[in-house]
């Protein structure tokens, strides 16, 4: 295909989830724009992201920290005010490439990890805000924190670690309802007194937004398959 047909399918597509999100904020008795985009473009190149940021958009997700630092660096020069999300699992000895590359950290899962994070500021660094990660489902092979054992963990990362926490997130289990794992981050992040959840993909970003979420993470429904 053309790359000019290429993106403008990009665009058509892009266009597409803007207006269903919108909608779904509406339909749901919440103002249009109760729910941010966040661009999922992992996997993609930097021509495909190209349009997306000549539309003006500037919220973008990506999960890994290699591949991030190999295409973001050069289009947060070219476009202004990107803001860059990871939403992939951080191990400690990365922190420093992710904090020179990213403005808000999603995956904070474990103490091991705040602990790095207090370490990198204590050099001079300067944090990002933080989205702690939940496990809904209570998956052995997925990260983020169990909901029994959330409520501690926050209070571990704001008061000890002062790191400014201002949300949750959590990635459903494949193949269950993702509504009452919606409701179960909507409910913890009540309880601690946070009002950020990241919550909601291609597939069900709009269940998400009828459950509350200011933030969904959309890559294919924008981008395409991935291969
Ligand atoms: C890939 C990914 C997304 C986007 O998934 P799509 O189904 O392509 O929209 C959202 N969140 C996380 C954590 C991801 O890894």
């Known amino acids: 295909m053309s790359e000019m047909l290429e993106n403008k399918e990009t665009l058509g597509r892009f266009q597409n989830v803007v207006d269903r999100l919108a909608s779904a904020c509406v339909r749901a008795g919440r103002q249009g724009d109760a729910a941010d985009l966040i661009a999922v473009s992992k996997t993609y190149d930097a021509a495909h992201i190209r349009p997306?940021?000549?539309?003006?958009?500037?919220?973008?997700?990506?999960?890994?920290?290699?591949?991030?630092?190999?295409?973001?660096?050069?289009?947060?020069?070219e476009y202004e005010g990107?803001?860059?999300?990871?939403?992939?699992?951080?191990?400690?000895?990365?922190?420093?490439?992710?904090?020179?590359?990213?403005?808000?950290?999603?995956?904070?899962?474990?103490?091991?990890?705040?602990?790095?994070?207090?370490?990198?500021?204590?050099q001079g660094a300067s944090l990002p805000s933080f989205y702690v990660q939940v496990n809904t489902g209570c998956e052995p092979q997925k990260a983020g924190q169990l909901p029994d054992a959330v409520d501690g963990f926050l209070k571990m990362c704001r008061e000890e670690c002062q790191l400014?926490?201002?949300?949750?997130?959590?990635?459903?289990?494949?193949?269950?309802?993702?509504?009452?794992?919606?409701?179960?981050?909507?409910?913890?992040?009540?309880?601690?007194?946070?009002?950020?959840?990241?919550?909601?993909?291609?597939?069900?970003?709009?269940?998400?937004?009828?459950h509350g979420a200011t933030a969904v993470r959309v890559g294919s429904a924008i981008f395409g398959q991935r291969g």
Do not use: Y
């Not at 990506?62 to 947060?76: G, H, I, S």
């Not at 400690?92 to 207090?118: C, H, M, P, S, Y």
């Not at 997130?169 to 009452?180: F, N, Q, Y």
């Not at 794992?181 to 937004?209: K, P």
């Open 164 to 210: 400014n926490v201002v949300g949750l997130m959590c990635i459903p289990p494949v193949g269950e309802p993702a509504g009452p794992h919606f409701d179960l981050l909507a409910h913890i992040a009540a309880r601690n007194g946070l009002s950020q959840l990241s919550m909601g993909m291609s597939g069900d970003f709009e269940t998400a937004v009828a």
């Open 82 to 122: 990107v803001e860059l999300h990871l939403i992939g699992p951080l191990q400690t000895n990365k922190v420093k490439d992710a904090l020179g590359l990213f403005d808000v950290i999603q995956t904070l899962d474990r103490e091991k990890l705040a602990r790095a994070f207090v370490k990198a500021r204590a």
């Open 52 to 77: 997306v940021l000549e539309a003006g958009h500037r919220a973008f997700g990506e999960n890994r920290v290699q591949e991030a630092k190999d295409k973001w660096p050069e289009l947060k020069h």
